[in-house]
């Protein structure tokens, strides 16, 4: 879990808190493998200006299926060798008591050490089975993408065809994560965003991948306004490849009954010439086999999920054990727990159903723990029985009553309503009217703003100026 560390702008002076990353353990957030392999790890960025960028500061990366401990130590970790050790010594403690005591393992004591994030990022890589040749296929596809922003739009069709093979899915999965990343920076990066937009729009129009992906949203979409059986038929038909008979056959399983196959046996009977009937008979074999890989995969994915469970209960530790399993904790782990307990509750095995109530608090500490704390609060202010109690909570919480904390209520009282629960929607209306009570005073929010900052004793400037305090 980040910690929040103390920051100011090198641009305009003011000061702010940033979450810190310390520990990357990719089986608690698997999403931390693409945070590090895009470079955005212990990245600020000012609210007030947009000044921003690395931190530069010092983190573990876990993977414990393939027994890896990568430990990024820039020469700014310390001032000295023995420091920037002492810091090392650190990380890999705090990682070490993260883990329940039979988790810890060997190899997390010979971690290899990095002072370089390119040659860190080549390592997970070839962790992951990628090749040097892969490696130089994703630089000319990172410059060749930089080139292409910068490029006049009279310009992109020449540069295009001549490095076409060098865009792929890959290429198209960046510029849509750089896309989301870049719209959480504020206003101040509408002009970055136009541009990556302005990119994709024309590779989605010009380039046969970008056109491939184009019929494969349109063909998703139709599923996804309106999902029954005869959409996902429709949608199934559109496919333009496999990846997208894939997705769609995942995403509708359990509309595939007796039904929906006699409606495609239809549609292959009615085939206007034999190239059509083989290519919906291809297509209906396609979707049984998937069908059969995916209930073998839910099989062995409840045998571990129960598996987990299991030693949940029977774990000293059973907390630091949820806490590194974090990303299994899922629905089918959820189902499991639930049936396990209903089979506990009918044989009236009381011990056994104790000890899975536990386990179910864990599970849903951990989950409050995962939500913002707006969404928390929330939770908690509907748990209450008394006026009094809410007005308790509302008081010790008044820090969280701005304006995320009242577009997420009454986002959810407008989703409320919209569904006919009529008496939540009531019940979140007088919540938000209540918490208005207890709001804090906006902040002063003055145009003219401290000076440019300097760093301080007890601070120290980042390679991006971010001034970082050091101070515990």
């Excluded at 945070?35 to 690395?54: E, I």
């Excluded at 046996?265 to 059509?276: C, F, S, V, W």
């Excluded at 089918?332 to 307990?341: E, G, H, I, N, Q």
């Amino acid at each position: 879990m980040p910690y929040y560390a103390k920051v100011t702008c090198p641009a305009c002076g003011r000061p702010f808190q940033t979450p810190v990353e310390q520990i990357l353990d990719v089986r608690v957030d698997p999403k931390a493998k693409q945070r590090m392999l895009s470079g955005f790890v212990n990245v600020a960025m000012c609210s007030a200006c947009g000044a921003g960028g690395s931190l530069n500061l010092p983190f573990i990366y876990h993977d414990p299926e393939k027994e890896a401990a990568l430990l990024y130590l820039p020469l700014e970790a310390g001032k000295s060798e023995a420091e920037r050790q002492k810091a090392a010594g650190v990380l890999v403690r705090q990682l070490m008591d993260s883990l329940p005591s039979e988790e810890r393992k060997g190899y997390l004591l010979q971690q290899e050490t990095f002072i370089n994030m390119e040659t860190m990022v080549h390592r997970v890589l070839e962790l992951d089975g990628v090749t040097e040749q892969d490696l130089e296929h994703r630089r000319k596809q990172q410059e060749f993408l930089q080139e292409l922003l910068e490029t006049a739009p009279d310009a992109r069709e020449q540069l295009l065809a001549e490095n076409g093979d060098l865009v792929d899915e890959t290429l198209f999965g960046a510029l849509q994560y750089n896309l989301h990343i870049i719209s959480t920076a504020g206003p101040q990066a509408e002009e970055e965003f136009k541009k990556y937009q302005e990119t994709h729009e024309y590779l989605l129009e010009h380039h046969p991948v970008g056109q491939m992906l184009s019929r494969r949203a349109q063909a998703v979409q139709i599923f996804a306004e309106e999902p029954n059986r005869r959409t996902l038929l429709q949608a199934l038909l559109e496919a333009p490849d496999e990846a997208t008979v894939d997705m769609l056959v995942h995403s509708g399983l359990s509309l595939m009954d007796y039904a929906f196959f006699q409606e495609l046996l239809q549609k292959i009977e009615q085939a206007g010439d034999e190239e059509e009937k083989a290519r919906l008979l291809d297509l209906r074999q396609r979707i049984l086999d998937l069908r059969e890989e995916i209930m073998k995969r839910s099989e062995a994915l409840a045998q571990e999920r129960l598996n987990l469970l299991q030693r949940m209960t029977l774990s000293e530790e059973p907390l630091k054990l949820a806490r590194s399993h974090f990303s299994e904790l899922d629905d089918a782990f959820s189902y499991v727990l639930s049936a396990r307990m209903q089979q506990a509750h009918e044989d009236d095995d009381e011990q056994t159903f104790q000890a899975l109530s536990r386990v179910r608090e864990i599970v849903n500490q951990l989950l409050e723990e995962s939500m913002p704390p707006e969404v928390v609060l929330v939770r908690h202010l509907l748990m209450e029985t008394s006026a009094e109690q809410v007005d308790q909570q509302l008081q010790e919480n008044r820090e969280l009553l701005q304006k995320p904390f009242f577009d997420f209520l009454f986002a959810l009282e407008e989703d409320s309503r919209q569904n006919g629960r009529a008496d939540l929607a009531e019940r979140l209306q007088e919540l938000r009217l209540k918490a208005q009570n207890y709001a804090p005073q906006p902040a002063d929010g003055g145009r003219g703003g401290p000076p440019p900052a300097v760093a301080a004793p007890g601070e120290r400037r980042s390679p991006s100026g971010l001034i970082i305090s050091t101070k515990k």
